[in-house]
């Protein structure tokens, strides 16, 4: 099982909650996996090419998944994606 | 404040209310504050700006915050003429605006004063922030100005300064193990679960960005409300650079300057140039790096305004440079000696990157340039011990001086 943090922003779509779990071996299944259970994340997440969103940052045990593999990234049970707002800090 | 009408989103221009909120609940995109600039223009003179307060309040009516006594005097720093350091570099019209002489030490006092006098308004009674240092110095000792509890973040590789300067204030300072860019993801979490905690550069960051504007206001009304024709502005999260030129550019708008093209430039250092490698390789967005260099203050490695910030320099007509560590330390003594100011490494690399801009003929030799220096070097000591200390050591007699030290005036 894989732990998704959801920010404020996105967890009206949960019924409020602020983590999910789901069954996943990469973060593209986490995310699917996601949308399958709480519709809607899927279109808040990605474009419309199928990428996440430039204001979007995904981090898979608290590491970005653009040092990773992106959404290949693999997830392994017990671990936390979390997704968060790009827009802070500076 | 009397003229804000709400925020909206930069990207998909959905309207929310002025309230905490910094991001689009549908795109993610930044939220912005949006004003009624034709009630500002009605409002605002020359005359009136200059009979304000000596600090950022005098701009108040362009300002998402009113000033309700949280004043410890941030902005209205000196812009100074610097002819020797503009004779070192080949250029007639060169100035220093000179925020090392904020109350806390740097630029963020502006952001801060916005931010925490927007918080009080919206009855926020914790300030919190994620800093590389010169920001958790500020919150921390406006949050005890405006008798507010505060808990802010560093990454535990800090300089001693900016790490003292924060927990003299008595509260919660949190040294994490990780990157400034951890310590952003963490307070970008806990802004979540704690709701009621003003995270200046979070849930808060769209009235504390507007606190940068001051810079360009400043600039304009210290210039005799003129534009400069160039300023160089130091890039982390790319949040000042791109307010620099909103600054300016509302000046115009609200009737304060007549319209003017200011060209606009960012300075990075090697170690962490994000924003500087997408404007060589001519990308609009910018790809995250892991920073190294001494440059803390700028080790942003995935900086949230860097693609607005490029936007603003390459619409301007401006550059983007970057400058080793060993430069940094070269910029900071060639202010320090040629203007008796001295800088931390973010103005090492501001001056410094003016200095390859100006070599390099992209900073112009009769241009009149504005360089912005948001720290003290006070700071950020350690950036130099290893090459400055006293010329000699000697015993308390006149052989002795004289035996070493050999001068001719």
Same mark, same amino acid.
């Given at each position: 099982m894989v732990k998704v943090r959801i920010p404020t922003q996105l967890r009206p779509l949960a019924g409020g909650a602020a983590e999910v779990t789901v069954e996943a071996s990469t973060l593209a299944e986490a995310l699917k996996a996601l949308d399958a259970a709480h519709p809607g994340f899927r279109d808040r997440l990605f474009d419309e090419g199928g990428k996440l969103r430039r204001f979007v940052n995904v981090f898979v045990a608290d590491e970005d998944v653009r040092f990773l593999q992106g959404l290949e990234t693999p997830v392994a049970d017990g671990q936390t994606v979390s997704i968060v707002p790009a827009v802070a800090g500076g | 404040m009397p003229f804000v009408e709400g925020l909206r989103c930069r990207e998909c221009a959905r309207p929310y209310p002025a309230e905490a909120l910094h991001v &689009?609940? +549908? &795109? +993610?995109g930044p939220l912005e504050v949006a004003y009624d600039y034709d009630a500002i223009k009605a409002s605002i003179t020359r005359k009136k700006v200059a009979a304000?307060? *000596? %600090?950022?309040?005098?701009?108040a009516d362009l *300002?998402?915050? %009113?000033?309700?006594?949280?004043? *410890?005097?941030a902005g209205f720093t000196p812009l100074v003429r610097a002819e020797r350091l503009g004779a070192e570099l080949g250029l007639r019209d060169l100035w220093i605006k000179n925020d090392t002489l904020n109350p806390t030490g740097s630029f963020k006092d502006r952001v801060v004063t916005v931010a925490l006098a927007r918080a009080r308004e919206l009855g926020f009674k914790v300030a919190a922030c994620a800093s590389t240092g010169n920001l958790a110095n500020s919150v921390a000792a406006h949050a005890a100005r405006a008798g507010m509890r505060h808990v802010v973040f560093i990454p535990s590789d800090l300089e001693s300064g900016k790490v003292a300067a924060s927990a003299i204030y008595g509260e919660h300072l949190v040294s994490v193990r990780g990157s400034y860019d951890d310590v952003n993801r963490l307070c970008a979490e806990l802004a979540s679960d704690h709701p009621t905690w003003a995270f200046v550069n979070v849930n808060l960051r769209t009235y504390y960005a507007e606190g940068s504007k001051t810079l360009a206001y400043e600039t304009a009304e210290q210039l005799g409300w003129e534009a400069p024709d160039h300023v160089v502005v130091p890039i982390a999260s790319g949040s000042q650079l791109t307010k620099v030129a909103k600054g300016f550019a509302e000046l115009v708008q609200v009737g304060l300057v007549e319209p003017s093209e200011v060209r606009i430039s960012g300075a990075q250092a090697t170690g962490c140039s994000p924003v500087e490698t997408a404007f060589r390789e001519g990308h609009d967005f910018v790809r995250p790096v892991r920073p190294s260099t001494i440059a803390k203050s700028l080790a942003i490695g995935n900086p949230a305004d860097g693609p607005y910030a490029l936007d603003a320099v390459r619409q301007s007509g401006g550059s983007i440079g970057a400058v080793t560590d060993d430069e940094i330390v070269e910029g900071i003594k060639l202010l320090a000696r040629t203007e008796g100011i001295f800088a931390e490494t973010a103005g090492g690399v501001t001056i410094a990157t003016l200095a390859k801009l100006a070599s390099g003929g992209v900073?112009?030799?009769h241009e009149r340039v504005v360089a912005f220096v948001t720290g003290t070097g006070l700071k950020t000591i350690e950036a130099v011990t290893p090459v400055v200390g006293p010329t000699a050591e000697i015993d308390p007699t006149l052989e002795s001086f004289a035996a070493a030290i050999d001068v001719d005036y």
């Open positions: - | &689009c609940e +549908f &795109c +993610f304000g307060p *000596l %600090s950022i309040w005098r701009y *300002l998402p915050a %009113s000033p309700d006594g949280l004043d *410890l005097g900073v112009r030799p």
